[in-house]
């Protein structure tokens, strides 16, 4: 069984820096598709980052700010966020595809691609 588990979010100042961190089990993170994923209340979900096989992808609005990344002896996906907005506040999810069974090396940031999901970490950033 598939299960992954957030954690790292919390409430920064604009400016502010997080961590977010993605554990896995039943499920590895080497040579599959990771992916960041945010919501906000009354928007659409937004893919920020994903990393597959052909490298990290990122959302317009978040690069340069954001990095995404994989320990695979850990078994774990982050997201390292520099410089929040406002703009950030967001829930954040992390999920995972594989690439044989899925088309995430091509749409990482396609959230259609991911058939497990962690339930997500609040990040709120005040200005």
């Known amino acids: 069984q598939v299960h992954l588990v957030e954690s790292g979010g919390g409430s920064v100042q604009a400016g502010g820096a997080l961590r977010l961190s993605c554990a896995l089990s039943?499920?590895?993170?080497?040579?599959?598709?990771m992916g960041w994923f945010r919501q906000a209340p009354g928007k659409e979900r937004e893919g920020v980052a994903s990393?597959?096989?052909?490298?990290?992808d990122y959302a317009d609005s978040v690069k340069g700010r954001f990095t995404i990344s994989r320990h695979n002896a850990a078994n774990t996906v982050y997201l390292q966020m520099f410089s929040l907005k406002p703009e950030d506040t967001a829930m954040y999810s992390c999920?995972?595809?594989?690439?044989?069974?899925?088309?995430?090396?091509?749409?990482?940031?396609?959230?259609?691609?991911?058939?497990?999901w962690g339930q997500g970490t609040q990040v709120t950033v005040s200005s």
């Open positions: 039943g499920f590895t993170t080497k040579n599959n598709c």
């Open positions: 999920a995972v595809a594989s690439p044989l069974e899925s088309m995430c090396d091509r749409y990482g940031r396609d959230s259609v691609e991911y058939p497990y």
């Open positions: 990393l597959s096989n052909n490298g990290p």
